[in-house]
């Protein structure tokens, strides 16, 4: 259901992208699929960053103690990383927002849940 929102949502409805993405990656979550809930984590995190949706990485952020556990699990170790990254106010030696929100890594192609 959320892949066929997610594919009629018209190109200027970004953040509703982002939240569906954050939607996806607790579904996964909760399927025990670490691996896929990660991908779509990195993706609503790397989404929210670019158009300036704050609630849309908390969403993401309120999922890191559920990834904890699987920090060996490819892409696990890159969102609880990106979270911290996202974390408000944090600025790292100056680093500016801006540049912060490059520094989230780009996510793995996502599985769709109909396949």
């Not at 892949?3 to 200027?12: I, M, N, S, T, Y």
């Not at 911290?84 to 849940?113: K, T, Y």
């Amino acid at each position: 259901m959320l892949d066929e929102g997610q594919r009629l949502l018209p190109a200027d409805r970004d953040k509703t992208r982002a939240v569906f993405l954050a939607y996806r990656a607790k579904s996964h979550l909760d399927l025990r699929e670490p691996d896929f809930a990660a991908a779509a984590a990195l993706e609503a995190l790397t989404l929210s960053h670019r158009i300036g949706a704050p609630r849309c990485v908390q969403l993401v952020r309120e999922l890191t103690p559920r990834f904890a556990p699987h920090a060996a699990v490819p892409g696990v170790a890159e969102v609880l990383a990106a979270s911290r990254w996202s974390s408000p106010g944090h600025h790292a030696h100056g680093v500016s927002r801006q540049a912060e929100c490059r520094l989230v890594p780009a996510a793995p192609q996502l599985r769709s849940s109909t396949t």
